[in-house]
């Protein structure tokens, strides 16, 4: 009510309040937060977010909230460094991983996309999220024009580990490559599961196969 009213210097004060009695209420830490930034005070809506993860309260998933939130305030280079910072402490938490990894492809840091790409990928909870991982970062990197240049790079390796070989498997596609695409393949069908080498066939025939070829690959998945 105070806030609707525009009475911010009391919502203020009623929120830093329920904070003293419930330190815990990341939602209440937001509120205040979007308070101090409509008073054009940063520094305190930083201060008060920060909260969410002082002490005990320096959790997983804590420190996701504290980088969701500074990321909706269009604090990008705070949500980096909150994420950097979790890794550190929580280096294999998959949604950690997954939120820093979307943001850093959403801010355009493709270095950052990078390291953290395998991360991520090794994180994932099955096959399906890791493989639709590789799909992203395959778009990812067309949409950087860095698509031709990683194909090229992951052949000259000849796509040593799994991952590679999933990664130029999609490049090849997206950069209607069938010989780097067959080499790909290939790769993966010694690196992989059955599985996970008949999902690879699949791709590989709906980019390049006949109808015939492209049935065939689909019953062998199924």
């Given amino acids: 009510m105070l806030t609707t009213?525009?009475?911010?210097?009391?919502?203020?004060?009623?929120?830093?309040?329920?904070?003293?009695?419930?330190?815990?209420?990341?939602?209440?830490?937001?509120?205040?937060?979007?308070?101090?930034?409509?008073?054009?005070?940063?520094?305190?809506?930083?201060?008060?977010?920060?909260?969410?993860?002082?002490?005990?309260?320096?959790?997983?998933?804590?420190?996701?909230?504290l980088a969701r939130a500074q990321a909706a305030m269009e604090w990008p280079d705070d949500a980096k460094q909150t994420l950097a910072k979790a890794i550190e402490t929580f280096p294999t938490d998959p949604d950690l991983l997954a939120f820093a990894w979307r943001q850093a492809m959403e801010v355009?840091?493709?270095?950052?996309?990078?390291?953290?790409?395998p991360m991520v990928c090794?994180?994932?909870?099955?096959?399906?999220?890791?493989?639709d991982t590789v799909k992203r970062y395959a778009s990812f990197l067309d949409s950087q024009k860095a698509a031709q240049a990683t194909m090229?790079?992951?052949?000259?390796?000849?796509?040593?580990?799994?991952?590679?070989?999933?990664?130029?498997?999609?490049?090849?596609?997206?950069?209607?490559?069938?010989?780097a695409a067959d080499r790909a393949l290939a790769s993966?069908?010694?690196?992989?599961?059955?599985?996970?080498?008949?999902?690879?066939?699949?791709?590989?025939a709906g980019a390049f196969g006949s109808p015939e070829e492209q049935i065939a690959a689909l019953q062998a998945v199924a």
């Fill in 5 to 65: 009213k525009g009475e911010s210097d009391a919502a203020i004060v009623e929120w830093i309040r329920l904070l003293a009695a419930h330190p815990d209420a990341s939602d209440a830490r937001q509120k205040l937060a979007a308070l101090y930034v409509k008073k054009n005070d940063p520094a305190s809506a930083r201060s008060s977010l920060q909260g969410m993860v002082e002490g005990d309260r320096a959790k997983p998933e804590n420190f996701l909230a």
């Fill in 108 to 117: 355009n840091d493709p270095a950052t996309a990078a390291q953290l790409f």
């Fill in 122 to 131: 090794k994180a994932a909870p099955n096959d399906f999220f890791a493989e």
């Fill in 152 to 179: 090229e790079e992951l052949s000259a390796k000849q796509a040593a580990d799994e991952l590679d070989a999933a990664l130029l498997l999609r490049l090849a596609i997206s950069q209607n490559n069938r010989e």
């Fill in 188 to 204: 993966l069908r010694s690196l992989s599961s059955p599985v996970r080498s008949a999902r690879a066939a699949s791709l590989l």
